[in-house]
């Protein structure tokens, strides 16, 4: 019952910055991973970046050095700053939260999903 809701996805030149937001609310209390994955059109929701309950981080090697995942336990939220962006970043980003990274994809809660666009 955990429900994720995204903002901050938008319109933003190549070189850029986007600060995407996720806010969880409902039963959250066993949730120790949250995560972003994106999803460009006709290509595979891929994981993006992850976040654990202690802090522990991971990145998607396309990414790594260009954005960062950080949290906020007080306000339930999860952050993706994007800097750097890319033509090639562009895609809907999806947030996650589950019991463990691992079963991120298989069994955690998504968000509705926000839009990213980067103009060349």
């Known amino acids: 019952q955990v429900q994720l809701v995204e903002s901050g996805g938008g319109l933003v030149q190549a070189g850029g910055s986007l600060r995407l937001s996720c806010a969880a609310s409902?039963?959250?209390?066993?949730?120790?991973?949250m995560g972003w994955y994106r999803q460009a059109p006709g290509k595979r929701r891929d994981m993006v970046a992850t976040i654990t309950s202690g802090g522990s981080t991971n990145y998607a090697d396309s990414v790594k050095g260009r954005f960062t995942i950080s949290r906020d336990n007080a306000k339930n939220t999860v952050y993706l700053q994007m800097n750097s962006l890319k033509p090639e970043d562009t895609a809907v980003y999806y947030c996650?939260?589950?019991?463990?990274?691992?079963?991120?994809?298989?069994?955690?809660?998504w968000g509705q999903g926000t839009q990213v666009t980067v103009s060349s």
């Open positions: 409902g039963i959250i209390f066993r949730i120790n991973a």
């Open positions: 996650n939260a589950a019991t463990t990274i691992a079963a991120m994809r298989s069994s955690g809660s």
